[in-house]
């Protein structure tokens, strides 16, 4: 079995893309790990280099000749951009404090693109298609940095309510203000995806739009966001109630591509 993987591994990759994974896979890792040992500076720089890596492996990935995608690539690409924000985020906000668990996130996404890199992306395939995953993964990413700020705000309340110091984190408020910005954002794009799959499916996918599993979860998705922005906005949702919404919503979206990709690939061992 170990060798099986190990060949189906290097007959999927590049030697580029190899050594690119493994190396931000590790850069990560040490992060997530030894963070204490690092200190703050020297994690940071670690979590740097992997950002680094990471990007420069997404690149060469795409100039491959045979780009592939698939459930562990979107995985991948989320998991990037969910740290871009952190990154740009932390020069805003240096009080917040998520870097080992997203660290960890990174390293597991970037190992499972490289075990399961995904099908080939066809060369007759739409030339607007790059644009509609383009769009659905960047919702992807805006909808799981909501969830990483909803986490936090979970736990900067059950820090309010066990009186532990309430100066080591990002304020509630402000941690509550950024989580429902992202959902925002995160909506719109996913918005623009469902519209051109279902406006646009003949030229995309070469066929009409239809109800399979990833539509109809990310259609159900599309509503418990929509239901979510329209709560807060009208009736003021906020607090366990939101989060727990916000949870179901990325739970549903995750199902729709990934879990539908993973079923294909893995269980079925076969492309849409």
């Keep these: 079995a170990k060798g099986k993987l190990c060949s189906m591994i290097l007959a999927s990759s590049s030697p580029v893309s190899l050594l690119l994974a493994v190396a931000a896979a590790v850069a990560y890792a040490i992060p997530a790990v030894a963070a204490r040992q690092l200190q703050d500076r020297g994690a940071r720089a670690a979590l740097w280099l992997a950002w680094a890596l990471h990007a420069a492996l997404l690149g060469w990935s795409m100039l491959e000749a045979t780009p592939r995608f698939g459930f562990a690539p979107a995985l991948s690409v989320t998991a990037w951009l969910v740290l871009t924000v952190y990154a740009i985020e932390h020069q805003l906000f240096p009080q917040l404090q998520a870097r080992w668990a997203l660290a960890a996130l990174g390293s597991v996404a970037v190992l499972l693109a490289l075990v399961f890199p995904g099908q080939a992306l066809h060369a007759s395939s739409s030339a607007w298609l790059p644009l509609h995953l383009a769009l ?72 009409a739009w239809r109800w399979d599993h990833k539509a109809v979860f990310s259609v159900l998705s599309w509503l418990t966001f929509a239901a979510l922005l329209l709560g807060r906005k009208r009736f003021g949702w906020r607090g366990r109630s939101a989060v727990r919404m916000l949870y179901a919503g990325a739970a549903l979206l995750l199902l729709a591509y990934v879990g539908s990709r993973f079923a294909l690939e893995v269980v079925l061992g076969r492309s849409a």
């Design 136 to 207: 659905g993964i960047s919702a992807y990413g805006l909808l799981a940095a909501a969830v990483v700020h909803a986490t936090l705000m979970t736990r900067a309340e059950r820090r309010i309510r066990l009186a532990v110091d309430p100066h080591s984190g990002m304020p509630l408020l402000t941690l509550e203000r950024l989580t429902f910005r992202f959902v925002t954002a995160g909506f719109v794009l996913l918005t623009a995806t469902l519209a051109a799959g279902m406006l646009f499916s003949e030229a995309l996918y070469g066929r």
